[in-house]
């Protein structure tokens, strides 16, 4: 498995820094590396402004009806909307906390974390991967029949905010359709209790690599 620590830094285009937004997307350093992990046919289950460059099909969603996108559905009710298994990469990236929601994104926010990620978990094909942003790196380690793959965190620039966790975790042919919320393995937290900005993640015990193996 990879687990990965990338500085977030340099200018844009128009010669300001780069830093951490509400549009998670606007980081090169994020973007190149989702776009290296899509495959087949992909969801953007909250997908906001963010128009990802993939060869294939990409479907966005937003319960925003105000965002130029392909659907409006509640992600807590994808696969309500959506064939089970039809995905082959989902991206995830839902304000991470009520107070952001309220503060960027009109109060639209996901309610219990476990909610959603089990209606992406029946859309995502077996041998497919999801794509989880958070404060911490949950995402669907620890579910039956999914495995862990990568463990990216972006760094911000001189600790000037939180640390932002993207998982990657692979969907094997035996997962089961998600009901109830799954015993979970113990995980690496990127916010303290106090909420700390110098934060750092817990020791996994697993061996930080150079460089990831995304597609």
């Known amino acids: 498995m990879t687990v990965e620590r990338i500085p977030i830094g340099g200018k844009t285009g128009d010669g300001d820094p780069v830093h951490l937004s509400p549009w998670t997307f606007e980081v090169p350093q994020i973007r190149e590396l989702v776009e290296r992990w899509l495959a087949g046919e992909v969801l953007n289950a909250c997908a906001g402004k963010t128009k990802l ?34 995905f082959d990469t989902v991206v995830y990236d839902p304000p991470y906390t009520k107070e952001m929601a309220e503060r960027h994104y009109d109060g639209n926010h996901v309610g219990h974390p476990w909610e959603p990620r089990g209606a992406i978990a029946n859309v995502t094909a077996p041998g497919g991967h999801v794509l989880t942003f958070g404060y911490n790196s ?8 999914w495995e862990r793959v990568a463990t990216y965190y972006f760094r911000t ?59």
């Open 138 to 145: 949950d995402g669907l380690d620890g579910w039956e029949g």
């Open 157 to 215: 620039p001189n600790w000037s905010g939180n640390d932002i966790a993207l998982s990657v975790d692979r969907k094997g042919g035996s997962a089961p359709v998600a009901g109830e919320v799954p015993e979970l393995t113990e995980q690496a937290t990127l916010v303290q209790p106090d909420g700390g900005r110098n934060s750092q993640p817990e020791n996994t015990g697993i061996e930080r690599s150079a460089g990831g193996d995304g597609r």
């Open 53 to 86: 460059d993939h060869d294939g099909p990409v479907l966005r969603n937003d319960i925003d009806r105000d965002r130029d996108v392909d659907t409006h559905h509640d992600v807590r009710e994808l696969d309500e909307h959506f064939d089970h298994g039809r």
